[in-house]
Every structure is written in structure tokens, then in C-alpha cells.
């Protein structure tokens, strides 16, 4: 059985992506999902963002995302 990912709004387009500062396993809609806290360039360390691994990687598919 093969599920297709879990669709997520964009991130925001105007801000890039600095480091990754965590990472972790959420359970949502039934579903594990991965997420990664990251540290977005120009902006204080308390507005790093959770977000999922699957569109953080289609948003900046160049971005490389090792276990922090």
C-alpha cells in the first residue's frame, strides 16, 4: 500500500532557509510525519519554524538536510 504524502501550505517564498536546528517525529492525521525546526537567515533564533520535512524539501530542494 502505498499512501501519498500529506499536503501542507507553502512556506513563505520571501525568506531562505539557514540551518536545521532539530528534528523530530509528529503523529498527524493517523500518519507519522518528520519535521524540521530551522533557523530562517536574517531573522532572531525565537522565529525558527517546525515544519515538515516532505515541504521543506519541495520548497528548497537544494537545501541539504542531514540529522542535526
Not at 512556506?11 to 507519522?32: D, F, G, H, S, V
Amino acid at each position: 500500500l502505498q499512501l501519498s504524502p500529506i499536503e501542507f501550505p507553502e512556506l513563505p517564498a520571501t525568506i531562505e532557509p539557514e540551518r536545521i536546528l532539530n528534528q523530530r517525529i509528529k503523529k498527524r492525521c493517523k500518519r507519522m510525519i518528520t519535521e524540521v525546526l530551522v533557523q530562517w537567515k536574517g531573522l532572531p533564533d525565537e522565529e525558527a519554524l517546525w515544519v515538515s520535512l516532505y515541504s521543506f524539501q519541495r520548497q528548497y530542494p537544494t537545501f541539504m538536510v542531514l540529522n542535526p
